[in-house]
């Protein structure tokens, strides 16, 4: 069965730094793009970035020049490093992948989400 954990999270002052993992296991054949995505309390889940097999990152306007996406194709494992955090990255960050993987013998493609984790900004 295909699962996203994410790891990383925690408790960090502003203008202090963290990096975030999502690995993808069971039966993961390729993961054609992977993303970030966050959700603060009482908004709405957000696009952080992304990166597709074959092609760089992007990132949503608010956190350009400050977070990085990378991934380990070798180990299905995507990066967030996170630098200059602020009170208003405080969120439940989420990874989700485009996956290619097999069940029963049959390759299959199908999205799927982690269960999150949190990040907290102090100021």
């Known amino acids: 069965q295909v699962q996203l954990v994410e790891s990383g999270g925690g408790l960090v002052q502003a203008g202090g730094s963290l990096q975030l993992s999502c690995k993808a296991s069971?039966?993961?054949?390729?993961?054609?793009?992977m993303a970030w995505h966050r959700q603060a309390p009482g908004k709405e889940r957000e696009l952080v970035g992304g990166i597709t097999n074959g092609a760089g990152a992007n990132y949503v306007d608010s956190v350009k020049g400050r977070f990085i996406i990378s991934m380990d194709r070798t180990k299905n494992t995507m990066y967030l490093q996170m630098h200059g955090l602020k009170p208003e990255d405080t969120a439940v960050y989420y990874c989700?992948?485009?996956?290619?993987?097999?069940?029963?013998?049959?390759?299959?493609?199908?999205?799927?989400w982690g269960q999150g984790t949190q990040v907290t900004v102090s100021s």
């Open positions: 069971g039966g993961i054949v390729v993961s054609n793009s």
């Open positions: 989700n992948a485009d996956v290619m993987f097999t069940r029963n013998r049959n390759l299959m493609t199908s999205n799927f």
